[in-house]
């Protein structure tokens, strides 16, 4: 996490990680405001750049080449990533509406959506045609539409709606890859036919004739047939209709047609011109809600219409940062004057590109393709390549921000030294109103809880049953915490699922950093949104707990779980018998993956997946692990797996073998571990090594530093008794443990105190 560790004092919050977004986290990297907090909120970690989409298409260029890592680029900003979509604004609260969390509050907002296709208007385009737009989901439809040609057998007609740069090229790029694909099958480039359909009576119609032309012979030599004046009026299965009455039989329909705005725009009340897209003034505030700024496609600039291009969306970035900044730095904002006439470099999908300006402006050559890979290879870089992580600003405690003389005193406070002699607690107020949102189940057995809160929950344990206790605390490692405190939760929920209990009440105690009061609240109640969403959905009410200021974000539970008497199904690690077969239910590799990511070097999906797998619950894994006979299981966490396998082989007296080619690892954990970044932890687990009969045969194995690495809500492992480990395995995969796998296998004790051998 790259946040300063000054107090948050305003919100800007960005919804979107189109270009304009992209340029200006860029910028806030480089000027950090003190007391202003960023928020990045995504639907797409991997967001494509559309000056390279087309190269991507043709073959010319990986995926990695041509998209954004907007999780690395926003912590190199200091900017919360939170990986959701955005469903609406809540104007009059200041709060945006996500679909997978509670709303996100703003003191600045700004939107950079990009645009969506309006299919609705073609009968049978949204069902049959693959739509470009919106440009997150095309990498997708994308790699669908080149395995459906690899297999179609025989000739292959493809049409593409839209005559504008996007339509040419996209048409030109497929051409391109398709032809070299098929003959790379040993099957002929002629097999495949392309239609290209423009409404308008030329293509390119904002270009110059010159430009225009060559474009036009371009795609007669290549073969492709050019319906002009040719508007789409349905798509059929196989088939599409233009206006002439014309219909033309086709295998694939890709749309690249004019696009509208996001339907949920409509609700926000902010104005929208006739295609649905914001309307901006040359700000780049809203015309409607100064708070509000918008750029990119899905802004209307009212002061003069602009092209829908990635050069536009570009362009905003920077005037954007600085304005939002001024904003809440009560400066004058800054007006954007975009440029009458622009460059543009189009490709033909050979290595070879088409340069236009204005009226004139007409060049072409594989040189204008190298200057065009120059410009936005270059582009990339500065997205993808970062300094190192700027240190605090030395005035870092001087607010950048405008404050009202209450929230100066607020601030005052939270930037002084705290005595401690409150207890460090966090104020009354703050805490009932963050707790007050957040809404715990109820359980019968709950006397005095949360309900009714008092010094202490009293909580009856039913008759029959026995207390299952434990308790877990750490520090945020990720900068949402929402999904922080459904992690926190999930992570201590684990020991109670690993011994066969079933959770039932928890307290809870939290650190937050200090900050302007409702800052705090917000932080306090995201987290614990999350958690008890967790603790909820485990059947395990929040009874109580502690909250106190500290430097860091950090949460932790104690829990206490119900078991039956007599205590049959407890599952100990001392249950471990010779014979067993060892299931690891989740894959490895959180602890490297993290330790990456804070130094920039993890991609940012690898996190979105390690976040994902870190939520997932253990809960149903124990239930199947006990039903296949399991008497020994235990949560793999901070010792990593071999720490918490020796663990179970000393309490069980025996020995084990484990297979490091099955281990399951998460995605990049073997990079991160190879690159020697690995946990601070790690040292300290690798200490078990002792424990390793043959680790030299071992060490150069992928997998191997994997086996100490420190999991953060990690898997359960288990014994089965061997016959039982297929089953165990299918009924795991199919209860959503699609990592579950049988490692290896418990052996009778050998003559050493602790062996593990490695295969
Ligand atoms: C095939 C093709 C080729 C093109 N080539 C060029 C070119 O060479 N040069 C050029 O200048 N222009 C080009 N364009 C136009 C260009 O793609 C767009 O103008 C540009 O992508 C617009 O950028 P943007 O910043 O507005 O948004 P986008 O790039 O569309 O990004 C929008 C972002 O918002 C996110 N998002 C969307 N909805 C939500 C939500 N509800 N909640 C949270 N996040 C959300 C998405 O995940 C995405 O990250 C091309 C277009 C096409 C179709």
Redesign the pocket.
């Given at each position: 996490m790259q946040s300063s560790n000054a107090p948050a004092l305003r919100d800007i919050v960005l919804?979107?990680?189109?270009?304009?977004?992209a340029v200006a986290l860029r910028m806030f990297a480089m000027h950090r405001a003190p007391g202003v907090r960023l928020t990045l909120?995504?639907?797409?970690t991997d967001?494509?750049y559309?000056?390279m989409?087309?190269g991507y298409i043709a073959g010319h260029y990986t995926h990695d080449e041509v998209h954004i890592d907007?999780r690395r680029l926003a912590e190199f900003a200091g900017a919360r990533y939170f990986h959701?979509?955005?469903?609406g604004i809540d104007r009059a609260a200041q709060q945006v509406l996500c679909r997978h969390r509670p709303p996100v509050p703003y003191d600045a907002l700004s939107v950079?959506?990009?645009?969506t296709p309006q299919l609705d208007e073609v009968p049978g385009a949204a069902h049959y045609s693959v739509p470009?737009?919106?440009?997150?989901q095309f990498n997708e439809r994308w790699l669908a539409l080149l395995t459906r040609v690899r297999a179609h057998a025989g000739p292959t007609t493809i049409a593409i709606v839209g005559g504008g740069?996007?339509g040419v090229?996209?048409t030109l790029a497929m051409q391109y890859r398709l032809s070299r694909e098929l003959r790379a099958m040993g099957r002929r480039p002629d097999e495949l036919r392309f239609h290209l359909c423009s409404a308008s009576a030329t293509l390119l119609a904002t270009h110059n004739a010159a430009v225009r032309a060559a474009f036009m012979r371009t795609l007669t030599e290549r073969g492709v047939r050019v319906h002009l004046n040719a508007t789409v009026t349905q798509v059929r299965e196989r088939t599409l209709q233009i206006a002439s009455g014309e219909f033309i039989d086709v295998d694939e329909v890709l749309w690249?047609t004019q696009a509208g705005g996001?339907a949920?725009l409509r609700d926000t009340g902010l104005a929208l011109d006739a295609a649905g897209f914001i309307k901006v003034r040359d700000t780049l505030q809203t015309e409607t809600d100064p708070a509000i700024f918008a750029?990119?496609?899905?802004a209307a600039f009212t002061a003069r219409p602009l092209e829908?291009?990635?050069?536009?969306?570009v362009r905003m970035g920077a005037p954007l940062a600085h304005n939002l900044h001024r904003l809440l730095a009560g400066e004058t904002l800054r007006r954007y004057r975009p440029q009458m006439r622009w460059l543009?470099?189009?490709s033909t999908g050979d290595k070879h590109a088409v340069a236009s300006r204005g009226r004139v402006v007409y060049a072409r050559g594989d040189w204008v393709w190298r200057w065009k890979d120059r410009v936005d290879r270059r582009f990339m870089r500065k997205l993808s390549e970062f300094p190192e992580p700027m240190p605090p600003s030395s005035d870092s405690r001087v607010p950048a921000v405008a404050l009202a003389p209450e929230e100066q005193t607020q601030a005052i406070s939270a930037l002084a030294m705290r005595c401690g002699g409150c207890g460090a607690k966090v104020g009354a107020t703050v805490l009932s109103r963050a707790l007050g949102r957040i809404q715990p189940i109820d359980l019968p057995e709950v006397v005095i809880g949360l309900h009714a809160p008092d010094d202490a929950a009293v909580v009856r344990v039913p008759a029959g049953k026995a207390l299952v206790q434990t308790v877990d605390f750490f520090r945020a490692f990720v900068d949402d915490p929402y999904i922080f405190g459904r992690i926190a939760a999930n992570h201590a929920l684990g020991d109670i699922f690993a011994m066969g209990g079933d959770a039932h009440t928890a307290t809870a105690i939290a650190t937050v950093p200090p900050g302007l009061e409702s800052k705090v609240e917000d932080t306090l109640f995201q987290m614990m949104s999350g958690a008890v969403d967790v603790l909820n959905a485990a059947g395990c009410a929040l009874v109580g707990g502690h909250t106190g200021e500290g430097q860091e974000l950090a949460l932790g539970f104690a829990i206490n779980g119900l078991i039956d008497e007599p205590l049959d199904a407890v599952m100990t690690k001392g249950g471990l018998r010779p014979g067993d077969a060892l299931i690891l239910t989740k894959p490895l590799g959180t602890g490297t993956l993290f330790a990456a990511h804070a130094r920039l070097q993890a991609r940012g999906r690898w996190i979105d997946a390690a976040l994902v797998s870190m939520q997932i619950s253990n809960r149903a894994a124990a239930s199947a692990l006990r039903a296949h006979g399991a008497a020994a299981c235990t949560d793999v966490t901070g010792f990593g797996l071999l720490g918490h396998l020796v663990e179970m082989t000393r309490a069980a007296g025996v020995d084990a073998e484990i297979d490091l080619n099955v281990l399951p690892v998460l995605d990049g954990a073997v990079e991160t571990a190879a690159a020697g970044i690995l946990s601070s932890l790690q040292p300290a687990n690798v200490r078990l090594r002792r424990a390793l009969r043959n680790q030299e045969a071992a060490v150069r194995h992928p997998h191997y530093p994997l086996i100490f690495d420190p999991q953060t809500a990690g898997g359960l492992l288990a014994g089965i008794p061997a016959g039982q480990a297929e089953a165990t395995v299918a009924e795991l995969r199919a209860l959503g443990y699609p990592s579950a796998v049988c490692i290896g296998r418990a052996m009778p004790p050998g003559t050493d105190v602790e062996s593990i051998t490695l295969r």
């Open positions: 919804i979107g990680g189109g270009h304009s977004h909120i995504c639907t797409d967001t494509p559309s000056g989409l087309p907007l959701d979509e955005v469903i950079n959506i990009g645009s470009v737009k919106p440009i997150r740069a996007g090229e996209m690249v996001a949920w750029a990119g496609d899905c829908k291009a990635g050069v536009f969306a543009a470099l189009i």
